[in-house]
Every structure is written in structure tokens, then in C-alpha cells.
Nanobody
């Protein structure tokens, strides 16, 4: 029901910035709730950012003050602006979505749809 395609990853030096994009395509007019996750090799997938009810950005503690989640007014694209990147931000970054929008979560099990991932490497 929902297709997600991430883009914008790449390799940057520590302290640099990247903006990730997630293009959203759905076959329903029902809203989808979205989040960004990341997974480093050998580590668990972790939630990075999402929107609470009423659209308030919510973040993993380690990215607060550095990352910003946003979306277009038509909600067809969700962004993750990443500033002051650190080596431990290196991971595959995934866009995720759910049509269960009764709440918000940074737990992977909450989400039903996933993009293919875009690699972020901080050197």
C-alpha cells in the first residue's frame, strides 16, 4: 500500500551535513505516519526521528540538536536534515511508514513499510 524511496545519502567528513529525502507513494488517501531509522553493521536498527501526534518532531537523544525531520506540505516527501555529523552516525538510513497513526513510535515493529535504505558514511 505504501512505497518509500530514500535518497540523499553519501560520504561526508565529520562535521558535515546531508539531507535525506523519502518519496512517499500510496494507493490510499488515508494518512501515513513516518519515521527515519538507521542501522549500522552488526547493530540493531534504531529509530532516529519521527513526528508525534500534532506533528511535533521527536528524536533519538543522540541526534537532538543536530538532526531535523520535516515534510512537504503535501506530505509526499519527508526529509531528514543531518548537521554536525559524527562517525557514529554512519549507518544505512531507512524511511519507514505505518497507516496506524493512533500514536507515534521509534520502535521498528510499529512500522509496516520500509524503503530500500540510503547509506550515510561519515569519515
Amino acid at each position: 500500500h505504501v512505497q518509500l524511496v530514500e535518497s540523499g545519502g553519501g560520504t561526508v567528513q565529520a562535521g558535515g551535513s546531508l539531507r535525506l529525502s523519502c518519496a512517499v507513494s500510496t494507493d490510499t488517501s488515508s494518512p501515513v505516519c513516518m519515521a527515519w531509522f538507521r542501522q549500522a553493521p552488526g547493530k540493531e536498527r534504531e529509530g532516529v526521528a519521527t513526528f508525534s501526534r500534532f506533528g511535533v518532531p521527536m528524536y533519538k537523544d543522540s541526534v537532538k540538536g543536530r538532526f531535523t525531520i520535516s515534510k512537504d506540505n503535501d506530505e509526499n516527501t519527508v526529509y531528514l536534515q543531518m548537521n554536525s555529523l559524527k562517525s557514529d552516525d554512519t549507518a544505512m538510513y531507512y524511511c519507514a511508514a505505518t497507516q496506524r497513526c493512533s500514536g507515534w513510535s521509534l520502535e521498528a515493529a510499529w512500522y509496516d513499510y520500509w524503503g530500500q535504505g540510503t547509506q550515510v558514511t561519515v569519515s
